[in-house]
């Protein structure tokens, strides 16, 4: 789940709101076996052990975008959970972003809806529902156009990867340690 589902997710986020400064993260397995599924979506009666935590929750400190300033001190709270069902009308997914001039709100009802780069969530803004650009057509094709860009194109890259794997081992460290780890130095905080 770290690693592919909140990798993904995380990837997003980085985008948007840069870089941490630090993490502090709790992680737990609350469904310690796992029911299989057939391909007609039913049980087939065999269950597995899962041995990863299934929920993980985390606090961070982002960095600052300005090199004069190490952080922003801006705090980002993250909680993801798996093992719930997809009833109608419950969110799967919800992204907030608050600040001094208003909230943006990014929901969807679906299971796969963490996978923001192919699934098209609804977009608010103070409220209003805001009309954006859908269809993976869309979101991977407008990835694609950028790359073709060149140097002036806005799309991850390796350094985002890394700083991205970077992330996931300090929380996954966090969560191990109960420490808060600092992502410019690598190393935990009492």
Known sequence: MLDIAIGHQLGAITHVVGDFQSVSA?????????AIVGLDGKPTG???????????AFSGI???????SP???????????????????RQQFIWEIDGEEGSIRI???????????????????????VEVETGLHGNIGSAWS???KGAEG???????????????????????TGK???LSTSVLKA
Not at 46 to 56: A, F, G
Not at 62 to 68: A, F, G, I, K, M
């Open 26 to 34: 709790t992680s737990t397995i609350r469904y310690p076996t796992s």
């Open 46 to 56: 065999e269950t597995v052990t899962n041995k990863v935590p299934d929920h993980i």
């Open 62 to 68: 982002l960095s600052s975008r300005d090199p004069r």
């Open 154 to 176: 806005v799309y991850p890259t390796i350094e985002d990867a890394v700083k991205l794997r970077r992330l996931l081992d300090a929380i996954q460290l966090s969560a191990d």
């Open 71 to 89: 952080t922003s001190g801006a705090l980002i709270n993250v909680v993801w959970r798996a093992g719930y069902k997809s009833t109608p009308g």
């Open 107 to 129: 929901t969807e009802e679906t299971v796969a809806a963490g996978f923001v780069h192919v699934k098209d969530p609804k977009v608010y803004l103070n409220g209003e529902l």
């Open 180 to 182: 808060r780890v600092d």
């Open 146 to 148: 950028e790359f073709a």
